[in-house]
């Protein structure tokens, strides 16, 4: 599974740092070095999911997190 994120911000100036995307449930994770990385998570089951993309902030920007639900689905 390719998971993409944008960052956006109110002012100006580019976030650095590290975004982190966790799935729950299980002990898939990936990570992405700002700006302009990506990261490739496999989840290893079918089912529903909750991934969490959290950012650390730096000196310009602060810290964040967000969820989002995916469900995986069998294979036929």
């Not at 100006?12 to 799935?23: D, F, K, L, N, W």
């Not at 898939?28 to 999911?49: D, T, V």
């Not at 730096?58 to 964040?64: G, K």
Request: hydrophobic share 35%; with cysteine.
């Amino acid at each position: 599974m390719q998971w993409s994120l944008s960052v956006s911000n109110p002012g100006s100036g580019t976030p650095t740092g590290m975004v982190s995307i966790s799935a729950a449930g299980g002990s898939e994770s990936c990570s992405a070095m700002l700006p302009g990385n990506s990261c490739q998570l496999a989840l290893l089951g079918p089912g529903p999911r909750t991934l969490t993309a959290s950012y650390a902030g730096d000196a310009n920007f602060n810290a964040d997190s967000d969820n989002e639900n995916h469900t995986v689905s069998p294979l036929a």
